[in-house]
């Protein structure tokens, strides 16, 4: 029972007995009623996140990953333990995901820092999964690698492939407007999600893939193989194996989550159209490690940025056809000279070795050559403007081009509430050249910041045909949605923020080339509105004395902070990009 090995494997982390000895002699004691032998209680400790659950199918392959992992920690000479943690799925999260991202990320630290293990494999999926364990990771300082569900495949809906979520929207829209009926959206319900796996469009789930393997959290080729491959399998066990080195060579989150591997990070982002969500949680991960993030560099890094990627909702396929094509390193290649090639990644070696060992490109249609984008810049613009002062997300890849600039009459909504009681009332004063406000619907106003920028069209428009509508709210878009959306604006409007004070009937300026998002009301009314201006009072279910939501109403940041909480995040130590 010496102690020469403390601080490693089945000596980490000792629980206090005030005797060290003891301790351990306990904890040995205990696990072997799992059956576990002297000689491997010995090895280095690989702990392994468990999210699978029932409410969440984008994690239903997480039980085959867990073994796959497994052997590859053993083959490597490593002792695999798994363990729970919170998971969470976008659909069966109330009132949001987004609320809970944060509880996850400082569970699964927790449980990485008081648990004995000596590196950790983190498999995620679903939007707010990976994010929340990339902040963990960089929270607890213990060597980690990510690793993902993957994509579900594509369905087929009377001959034409549908995917989540994208289709989702597309084909409720038209049923909203009378273009389908019930039978047929009924038949929509069932081809959408036709395996387990994230979603195979570019919505924020894959967007956080693929951000992840070019930020050098994950083994190269990791981030797009569908859920049901023998690929994904083989690539967990690789990921196991690898864990064990990492182990080793002491290889922690600080030497990867660099501020120059933040903005490769982000020019993933721009070049695969991806999820604005990408935005918050990439700045929720730097934050992490004490990086800022200049939203004004990353809105350059976007101008020389082409969106290579065709898959929807920017482009036609779907993510299991940019598996195909090569999936990251194929995007990675075509932007190889904006990338600082020099990271460290977890394998050991750097971006640019990565890319170098990587199988040479074959000839596909996916992802498109500099020369000929898919979107001449990032698909991701950062405005400002009086209605935004801190800033404002705009996805103009998803975007109508003629709605790139424009001038409407507000129409308000003052909450999520107000917003489904009147949408879609007959006598809604409305016009398709309105721009539709929601507000006290972001971080703290909802609470949680949920997918609700995708306001619907009223439905008397949509049932004349209207497609698209400038739209703006304090919330979030989910990334699989399309559309002419501002999102994020702040401060939000529950905070105090000028989208408290828009009325209806103002004028509202759109400028997407120029950046800028302005209401067209002079400074003295709005001085005359902000004087008399008090606070939302909200539901008195959201008035809690206690438990995660107090917590998050009295610590919950800003967008443009990535909404993480404030106590969670060192001091700033330096920029992203």
Known sequence: MGNGDAGKGMRKGLTSYGDEAFSLFLRKAFIK????????????????????????????????????????????????????????HESFSHPTSMLRRNLMAMETEEMIRSQPMDAVV??????????????????????????VTGT????????????ACTDCRRYWGMYRGNEIDEAEIAEVNDALVPTVG?????????????????????????????????????????????????????????????????????????????STNGVIHLTAMARRMGYA??????????????????????????????????????????????????????????????LDAAPAPWPQEVVRPRANPVYPE????VLRGNLAPESAIFKQSAASPDLLSHTGRAVVFDSLDDMAKRIDAPDLDVTPEDVLVLRNAGPKGAPGMPEAGYIPIPKKLAQQGV??????????????????????????????????????????????????LELL??????????????????PAALQPERGYLRLHLDHVEQAHLGADLDFMAPPVRGKVP
């Not at 579900?152 to 995917?163: K, Y």
């Not at 992840?212 to 196991?240: C, K, N, Q, S, Y």
């Not at 509105?529 to 909200?538: C, I, K, L, S, V």
């Open 122 to 147: 983190l498999i995620g999926g679903c939007d707010k999964t990976v994010p929340a364990q990339i902040m963990a990771a960089a929270s607890a300082g213990v060597p980690a690698i990510e690793v």
């Open 293 to 354: 993030v200049d939203l004004e560099s990353l809105d350059r890094m976007g101008r020389e940025t082409p969106v290579l990627v065709d898959v929807k909702p920017s482009g036609r396929f779907y993510v299991g056809d940019l598996a195909r094509a090569g999936g990251v390193r194929t995007v990675l290649r075509e932007i190889r000279d904006l990338l600082h090639l020099d990271c460290l990644t977890v394998s050991g070696r750097t971006l640019g070795e990565e």
């Open 521 to 538: 009301v002079d400074d003295d009314e709005l001085a005359r509105r902000r004087a008399a201006w008090t606070p939302p009072e909200p």
């Open 198 to 274: 994230y979603c195979g469009v570019m919505g924020t789930a894959a967007t956080m893939a693929c951000v992840t393997e070019a930020l050098g959290m994950m083994l190269a080729g990791g981030a797009v193989i569908p859920a049901v491959a023998a690929d994904r399998m083989r690539h967990a066990e690789a990921a196991g194996a690898r864990a064990v080195a990492m182990a080793a060579e002491k290889l922690t989150p600080d030497r990867i989550l660099t501020p120059k591997a933040f903005a490769n990070a982000f020019r993933m982002l721009l070049a695969i159209g991806g």
């Open 467 to 516: 497609k698209d509508m400038v739209r703006i709210s304090d919330c979030r878009m989910s990334g699989t949605a399309f559309g002419s959306i501002v999102l994020h604006v702040d401060p939000e409007a529950a905070v105090g923020g000028p989208l408290a004070l828009v009325q209806d009937g103002d004028m509202i300026r759109l400028d997407v080339p120029g950046r800028r």
């Open 378 to 381: 990032g698909g991701i613009a």
């Open 33 to 88: 009623a799992l059956g576990y032998s002297d000689d491997a209680l010995e090895l280095p400790v690989v702990g392994i996140a468990n999210t699978y659950s029932a409410y969440n199918p984008c994690h239903g392959n997480v039980p085959q990953l867990i073994e796959a992992i497994k052997r590859g920690v053993l083959r490597a000479g490593g002792l695999p333990v798994e363990f729970p943690t919170i998971t969470l």
């Open 152 to 163: 579900m495949l594509s369905g087929s809906h009377r001959g034409v492939r549908v995917g």
